[in-house]
């Protein structure tokens, strides 16, 4: 038989009883998809703790992007935990740090050199974008977009944009930071279409912020997704941030892309922002580089990375294990193609997807590239009206026929499996994501 088993219905009792657990002494701030409750993985395939066997559709949300415990990377950590597990970069040597920079060097977009610095996380990642941005051009604000999601530290979540509950409470955030409309062309902020719009989305930036109460001299960054993940999957129309790069470049403002969720092979290229023909000044990453070990990079054009001696650094940022890991991660996605899978693959979903927005009265929209699939429920495909408790249902019944996939923005469901997914995998995985979508549109 093959791939998914469900053995009991999800959640079965011993999943039931460890969800009972964390409740009493777990933080409840974390807000979970559903009750899955991981025991092993194993490819694209995990395994609960009642031996229920699900195809993952996350990849622990984009970030084992090789797949669970691939034989390389498991067997580098390994090789490196036995030689050594820390030693502080922040005031000595490895190697495995300088190594990664100089197999990063090469895939960061750019024609030119540039330097890294490691957190331990995405967030981190965009903190190091924060302050390098600042040191470097002596400018306090940042541009970010509404339905943006940075992290969860003060200064990503200043940035981030994309639920009330992520900032309630927690005010004064850190000053200085803008947001403005993301370029999300099926609900487009203007009513207008691309690309007779003329890029509205960019020249409103100039005509009322710049013109108006955000001194363009006083912008150091742009933070920018490239494709917008938790806001719904969101993909920009091809010439957007050649746009927004002309206006960055009229009033010396980086643009950095955050690349947390896009990157590292997941859109078939190496970063999404290559798809925009457009090079960013800085690129964050984290989730899919190292294979599920901790670790953010921040890179950037060599000559912004001019800050002294003692302005940032990380204990932990760039662990020789987690460095390891991406050394490992960066060698199979070229020497097994996933590249070339992702792309691929990824087109397949979207042309099937594609294809059963005739059959389906909820399909409002299907978007994205390579691995990043979003396919957007609506009650209706005229108003648009979100079907936000529609697709919890869909997200719901997949997790109990054993597909776990997960919603984002407010009524788009998710496709980011490993790169080294199989069409196999994906046909049975779409065949149950339409088999639930059709048992809720019955319903609706
Ligand atoms: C685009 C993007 N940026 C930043 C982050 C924050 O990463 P982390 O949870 O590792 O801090 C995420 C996490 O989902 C993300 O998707």
Excluded at 6 to 24: E, L, N, Q
Excluded at 109 to 133: Q, T
Excluded at 195 to 215: A, E, N, Q, T, W
Excluded at 323 to 346: F, P, R, Y
Aim: contains cysteine; proline residues 6%.
């Amino acid at each position: 038989m093959g791939y998914p088993k469900i053995v009991v219905t999800p959640p079965g009792p011993k999943a039931k009883a460890i969800v009972d657990r964390d409740h009493s002494i777990i933080s409840p701030s974390f807000g979970r998809a559903y009750p899955l409750v991981i025991k092993s993985g194993d490819g694209c395939i995990i395994t609960d703790v009642d031996g229920n066997e699900f195809i993952d559709m996350n990849a622990g949300l984009a970030v084992v992007s090789v797949g669970h415990r691939h034989p390389r990377v498991t067997e580098s950590i390994k090789e490196q935990a036995d030689r050594f597990i820390h030693y502080s970069y922040t005031d000595f040597y490895y190697e495995n740090y300088v190594d990664l920079g100089e197999m990063l060097h090469d895939l960061v977009p750019g024609d030119f050199k540039k330097k890294f610095f490691y957190g331990n996380s995405g967030a981190e990642a965009v903190e190091a974008a924060i302050k390098l941005s600042r040191w470097h051009s002596k400018r306090p604000g940042i541009l970010a977009y509404i339905g943006s999601f940075h992290g969860r530290t003060m200064g990503a979540v200043s940035l981030t944009a994309s639920k009330p509950a992520q900032r309630r409470y927690f005010s004064p955030l850190v000053p200085g930071v803008e947001h403005i409309f993301y370029p999300y062309c099926y609900r487009c902020p203007f009513n207008l279409e691309c690309p007779s719009c003329g890029y509205r989305c960019v020249s409103y930036i100039d005509d009322y912020l710049f013109h108006k109460y955000v001194p363009p001299e006083e912008v150091a960054m742009v933070m920018a997704e490239p494709i917008q993940g938790e806001g719904g999957y969101v993909v920009p129309p091809r010439g957007y941030f050649k746009e927004l790069k002309k206006l960055c470049d009229e009033h010396g403002i980086l643009l950095a892309s955050d690349e947390i969720q896009s990157g590292v092979g997941r859109t078939g290229k190496w970063f999404a922002i290559e798809h925009f023909d457009v090079v960013p000044d800085i690129v964050c990453m984290a989730k899919g580089i190292a294979a599920g070990l901790p670790l953010g990079v921040t890179a950037s054009r060599a000559d912004l990375m001019d800050w002294d001696p003692g302005s940032h650094a990380s204990t932990f940022g760039g662990n020789p294990v987690a460095t390891a890991a991406a050394k490992a991660v960066i060698q199979i996605i070229k020497e097994e193609g996933l590249l070339e899978n992702s792309e691929s693959q990824g087109s397949y979903i979207k042309k099937r997807l594609t294809e059963m927005k005739d059959d389906h009265k909820m399909i409002g929209d299907v978007r994205g590239i390579g691995l990043m699939v979003g396919v957007e429920l609506v009650k209706d495909k005229y108003t648009k009206e979100p079907a936000k408790q529609e697709t919890n249902d869909v997200m719901m019944s997949c997790f109990r026929k054993g597909v776990a996939i997960v919603n984002c923005g407010v009524s788009t469901i998710r496709m980011m499996p490993p790169l080294t997914i199989t069409r196999e995998l994906i046909d049975r995985s779409l065949e149950i994501f339409e088999e639930s979508l059709s048992e809720v549109e019955a319903r609706a």
